[in-house]
């Protein structure tokens, strides 16, 4: 069975289509509906216009991709045609999420828009991971200590703009910059930018205009592949770190005195 004919019932499926109902709406016949889903015959360029059109989906999406592995129709509409796949399940209907490994972290921002290049990309098992789409990156430098260099940072998919919340820390893909991790303060009513501001405080926080933001992840969780040291987890570490959280410890800095 063709890609398309797979497609086509899966998307029925979940919309809880009938054939028939389905081909009133397309306005075609059942028994074409009928061919198609079965890969009898292959479906004309207006038939995919038209089932592009009706499921809000790329046409490239609905012939190069399987979209029986998602969990449902909830895909995620990103602008210029192009669509995220909220989730994706193992044999055993587990929730995965893809991993960008670190050799083609450069190659995401050019590939990010591709489905084929995401389709490719590393699966992982997170069962703990809350509801959304998420996805794990690599965090290179000290911008964002403790975070160590060469961890993973796992973001949930931020579909709206009016969903970022100042003092949050944020995976940007970005149009200048590429892939950065950073707090992020919310100053698009003002202003239409994100002030993008660093834990380690030797580097200094800028602003970016959020037209050239082309993909926001809210941090979920870190992945470390490095054991941390007696001398990166002394007192005052851990005082620097929660100081620049907000967090008042007076009293914990009388104790170490």
């Not at 015959?41 to 998602?70: M, Q, W």
């Not at 959304?132 to 990156?137: D, L, M, N, Q």
Request: proline share 4%; net charge negative.
């Amino acid at each position: 069975m063709t890609l398309i004919a797979k497609n086509l019932k899966h998307l029925r499926h979940l919309k809880r289509l009938t054939q028939e109902v389905l081909a009133e709406d397309l306005q075609v016949t059942r028994s074409r509906i009928s061919s198609y889903e079965e890969g009898r015959s292959a479906p004309t360029l207006e038939f995919l216009i038209a089932v592009s059109d009706y499921f809000k989906l790329p046409i490239d999406i609905l012939l190069r991709n399987d979209l029986t592995k998602g969990q449902d129709a909830s895909f995620i509409e990103v602008g210029n045609q192009r669509v995220l796949f909220p989730i994706t399940v193992d044999s055993d209907n587990e929730n995965l999420i893809e991993v960008v490994p670190v050799k083609a972290s450069a190659g995401y921002l050019a590939g990010y828009d591709d489905p084929e290049y995401i389709e490719q990309l590393q699966k992982i098992k997170l069962p703990f991971l809350p509801t959304g789409k998420h996805r794990a990156f690599p965090i290179k430098g000290d911008s964002m200590l403790p975070m160590k260099p060469g961890a993973y940072v796992v973001g949930r998919f931020v579909e709206s703009r009016l969903d970022i919340i100042s003092g949050r820390t944020y995976v940007l893909i970005t149009k200048n910059d590429g892939m950065v991790y950073k707090r992020v303060y919310n100053h698009i009513d003002t202003q239409n930018t994100l002030r993008l501001v660093s834990d380690n405080t030797t580097y200094e926080p800028y602003d970016i205009s959020i037209e050239d933001v082309l993909e926001l992840w809210e941090f979920t969780c870190s992945i470390n592949t490095q054991e941390y040291d007696e001398q990166e987890l002394k007192i005052s570490s851990i005082i620097q770190m929660f100081n620049t959280l907000g967090v008042e410890l007076k009293a914990l800095e009388q104790l170490v005195k």
